[in-house]
C-alpha cells in the first residue's frame, strides 16, 4: 500500500517533500564548493561591492589616526560568530599594522574573546612576516589586557580615569609579565581623549554600554576632523539598531556583517577618491576627501572568500522556496500528475 500511494504522488507533491537530508547535502555541497572556488580564484572571483558611507568614514577615519598613537579594540566577539567577526578583526589590523599604529585589545562581553582576539593577531602578524614585512610584537606595538566582566563599570571606570581603570594589569613583555603603563602601547595614555580611537568589535549590544558611558572631545588629525573617536563593527543581526548610532553622529563610523568586512577589503584595494585605484570609491559627500588604498596587496580575503559562497546560499534559498510554491500550486490545481 505504501509503494502504490508513493506511486500516486503527482510531481507538485513530490517537490514538496524533498527529503531534509538532501537539501541539507545541497547546501553543504553549494556552500563547500563556493568558498573553494573563491579560494583559488582570489580577486579574480570578487563580486561588485559599492561601499556604504558609513563604511566609507569608517575606514577614512581610521586610515587618518595618526601613525604610533593608540588605538582601543574592544574585541567582544568568539568564533560563534568568526564568519563576520573575524574578517571584520582581521581587515583591521592589516590597516593598523600597515600604518604603525599600536593597539591594545580586551573584552568586556566574553571571558573567551580575548583568546580569540590574541589568535587573530596571531594569524596577521604571520601573514604579515611570511611576506617580508615588519612583525608586529606584543608589547612593543600591542598589548592585551584580557577580559573585564563588569562592562557598565569598567566603561564607567575608562570614562572618569583611564590609569586607574587598568591599573595592575600585567601583560608579556621580553622581559617577563610587567605593567601594562609601562609598554610603549599605553605610556603616554593619560586621559580617554588620549587615545587615537576606541573601536568595538562585537556580537551583541555592548555598543549600548559604550555609548551611554564614553563621551570623546571632536578631534583633528591633520587636515581631518573626528566628531567623535567611538566606532563600531558588528554582525548584520546587530546591524539595524547600531546604524541609529551612526545616524546620530555618536560613532565616527559602522561596519555592518559579512557585506561590511567585504566593504572594507573593497576599500582598502581602491582607496576613496583615489586617482590611482583603478576602481576608486567615490565619496559623494565629500569628493575632496581623498584616502589612498593598498592596490595588489592582501586585501581581499575572509570576506571576499565568504561573500560568493553567501551569494550562491542565497540563491539556493530562493530556489529551494520557488520549488516548494510551485509544488504546492501544481498539487492544488491537479496539475503535474503522473509526472
Known amino acids: 500500500?505504501?509503494?502504490?500511494?508513493?506511486?500516486?504522488?503527482?510531481?507538485?507533491?513530490?517537490?514538496?517533500?524533498?527529503?531534509?537530508?538532501?537539501?541539507?547535502?545541497?547546501?553543504?555541497?553549494?556552500?563547500?564548493?563556493?568558498?573553494?572556488?573563491?579560494?583559488?580564484?582570489g580577486p579574480a572571483l570578487v563580486l561588485p561591492n559599492k561601499p556604504g558611507n558609513n563604511a566609507i568614514e569608517f575606514y577614512a577615519t581610521v586610515m587618518n589616526v595618526p601613525e604610533g598613537s593608540?588605538?582601543?579594540?574592544?574585541?567582544?566577539?568568539?568564533?560563534?560568530?568568526?564568519?563576520?567577526?573575524?574578517?571584520?578583526?582581521?581587515?583591521?589590523?592589516?590597516?593598523?599594522?600597515?600604518?604603525?599604529?599600536?593597539?591594545?585589545?580586551?573584552?568586556?562581553?566574553?571571558?573567551?574573546?580575548?583568546?580569540?582576539?590574541?589568535?587573530?593577531?596571531?594569524?596577521?602578524t604571520l601573514e604579515r612576516k611570511l611576506k617580508g614585512e615588519r612583525e608586529y610584537k606584543r608589547w612593543d606595538d600591542w598589548i592585551s589586557l584580557g577580559f573585564f566582566p563588569n562592562g557598565e563599570g569598567t566603561a564607567k571606570s575608562i570614562q572618569s580615569d583611564i590609569r586607574k581603570a587598568f591599573?595592575?594589569?600585567?601583560?608579556?613583555?621580553?622581559?617577563?609579565?610587567?605593567?601594562?603603563?609601562?609598554?610603549?602601547v599605553l605610556k603616554n595614555i593619560q586621559t580617554l581623549d588620549d587615545l587615537g580611537l576606541y573601536i568595538n568589535i562585537t556580537a551583541s549590544k555592548t555598543i549600548d554600554v559604550l555609548i551611554e558611558r564614553l563621551k570623546f572631545?571632536?578631534?583633528?588629525?591633520?587636515?581631518?576632523?573626528?566628531?567623535?573617536?567611538?566606532?563600531?563593527?558588528?554582525?548584520?543581526?546587530?546591524?539595524?539598531?547600531?546604524?541609529n548610532y551612526y545616524s546620530a553622529g555618536l560613532l565616527f563610523g559602522l561596519v555592518v556583517g559579512l557585506n561590511g568586512v567585504v566593504e572594507m577589503e573593497t576599500l582598502m584595494e581602491n582607496g576613496v577618491n583615489?586617482?590611482?585605484?583603478?576602481?576608486?570609491?567615490?565619496?559623494?559627500?565629500?569628493?575632496?576627501?581623498?584616502?589612498?588604498?593598498?592596490?595588489?596587496?592582501?586585501?581581499?580575503?575572509?570576506?571576499?572568500?565568504?561573500?560568493?559562497?553567501?551569494h550562491t546560499g542565497m540563491a539556493l534559498l530562493i530556489l529551494a522556496v520557488l520549488a516548494g510554491n510551485i509544488g504546492m500550486w501544481l498539487a492544488r490545481s491537479g496539475k503535474g500528475k503522473n509526472a
Open 167 to 184: 591599573k595592575g594589569k600585567r601583560d608579556v613583555s621580553p622581559e617577563g609579565p610587567r605593567d601594562v603603563y609601562q609598554s610603549p
Open 217 to 243: 572631545k571632536p578631534a583633528r588629525f591633520g587636515d581631518f576632523e573626528v566628531k567623535n573617536k567611538l566606532g563600531s563593527m558588528c554582525t548584520g543581526v546587530m546591524g539595524p539598531e547600531t546604524v
Open 1 to 41: 500500500m505504501a509503494d502504490l500511494a508513493q506511486e500516486e504522488r503527482t510531481f507538485g507533491e513530490k517537490l514538496q517533500s524533498l527529503p531534509r537530508q538532501v537539501l541539507y547535502l545541497i547546501l553543504i555541497v553549494v556552500i563547500s564548493a563556493s568558498v573553494i572556488a573563491s579560494k583559488f580564484a
Open 274 to 310: 583615489w586617482p590611482e585605484g583603478k576602481k576608486t570609491v567615490e565619496y559623494a559627500k565629500d569628493k575632496q576627501l581623498v584616502v589612498p588604498g593598498w592596490t595588489g596587496k592582501q586585501n581581499y580575503a575572509r570576506g571576499t572568500s565568504y561573500y560568493f559562497a553567501l
Open 70 to 124: 593608540t588605538v582601543a579594540i574592544q574585541s567582544d566577539w568568539t568564533n560563534s560568530t568568526r564568519g563576520e567577526s573575524a574578517g571584520q578583526l582581521e581587515s583591521l589590523l592589516r590597516i593598523l599594522m600597515r600604518r604603525n599604529v599600536k593597539f591594545m585589545v580586551y573584552s568586556l562581553a566574553d571571558p573567551q574573546a580575548p583568546q580569540v582576539a590574541r589568535d587573530t593577531i596571531a594569524r596577521i
